[in-house]
């Protein structure tokens, strides 16, 4: 694997969260939260759509066990958790400059010890003091 093609992954999720948080935070009120994840979701399954149209490898197919498997069904569950999280963070008047870091730092200690218990990734000094920090700039941020 090319350094590229392990930072490329990674460029596109920044963007896409840079788009995401931007755009989440700028809803307007008049939407119902709720209505809204219906739409963005109907823009996700059409982007998917032709992401997978573009992207696959081999002949496209539409059999049900290359679509499904109950962990897509969580990672579809926890995403619908995120986005209907952030909005109403939003709504509750949290700014975009720090919901995004203050949950992604909690997320970051709670994933430490999962990775550890169910991954078997190890827990090194470094990555606990990389959670020390994510700590340490949450509380600064509410300051």
């Given at each position: 694997?090319?350094?590229?093609?392990?930072?490329?992954?990674?460029?596109?999720a920044v963007a896409g969260s840079l788009v995401y948080h931007a755009s989440a935070?700028?809803?307007?009120?008049?939407?119902?939260?709720?209505?809204?994840?219906l739409g963005l979701?109907?823009?996700?399954?059409?982007?998917?759509?032709?992401?997978?149209?573009?992207?696959?490898?081999?002949?496209?197919t539409l059999e049900l066990s290359r679509f499904w498997h109950p962990t897509v069904a969580?990672?579809?569950?926890?995403?619908?958790?995120?986005?209907?999280?952030?909005?109403?963070?939003?709504?509750?008047?949290w700014p975009v400059s720090v919901a995004s870091v203050v949950t992604n730092a909690m997320v970051a200690v709670?994933?430490?010890?999962?990775?550890?218990?169910v991954f078997r990734e190890a827990i090194s000094v470094d990555r606990a003091?990389?959670?020390v920090r994510c700590l340490i700039g949450v509380w600064l941020l509410q300051r």
């Open positions: 694997m090319t350094k590229l093609s392990a930072i490329v992954p990674l460029l596109l935070k700028s809803i307007p009120r008049s939407l119902d939260p709720t209505a809204a994840l979701y109907g823009t996700a399954l059409a982007g998917s759509a032709i992401a997978y149209a573009l992207l696959r490898s081999g002949p496209a969580m990672v579809g569950l926890g995403a619908l958790m995120i986005e209907l999280g952030f909005l109403l963070a939003y709504r509750a008047a709670l994933l430490l010890p999962l990775g550890a218990l003091l990389g959670v």
